[in-house]
Nanobody, 127 residues
């Protein structure tokens, strides 16, 4: 089992920045390698993929809506994944979730393929 805990959300004005963190714990997190993705869900909308990173960190990918503004990174020694968000827009307002799945050489985008999910952190961007 892997437990994921997100942090770093909050209220920010449009154009501002936030840094989200996702910390992994649990016995399985010590034994296995995981790819990680960030997803978000706004009220009344489906959960959508935002960004992903492979276990090694060698591959990253972003949804077009955040490309150039968000950066995903990881520190495996700290069992943490980060999402740097800049030039935030009101449409970025959502609950942000991190999710993990077994390592592959490619970045996974499909929510159903992730095994472990955090409880989310709220990001609110005011106009």
């Amino acid at each position: 089992q892997v437990q994921l805990v997100e942090s770093g959300g909050g209220l920010v004005q449009a154009g501002g920045s936030l840094r989200l963190s996702c910390a992994a714990s649990g016995p399985a997190s010590e034994r296995s390698n995981y790819n990680t993705g960030w997803f978000r869900q706004a009220p009344g909308k489906e959960r959508e993929w935002v960004a992903g990173i492979t276990w090694s960190g060698s591959s990253t990918d972003y949804d077009d809506s955040v490309k150039g503004r968000f950066t995903i990174s990881r520190d495996n020694a700290k069992k943490s994944v980060y999402l740097e968000m800049h030039a935030l827009k009101p449409e970025d307002t959502a609950v942000y979730y991190c999710a993990a799945k077994s390592a592959t050489p490619w970045v996974e985008r499909v929510p159903g393929n992730f095994y472990y999910w955090g409880r989310g952190t709220q990001v609110t961007v005011s106009s």
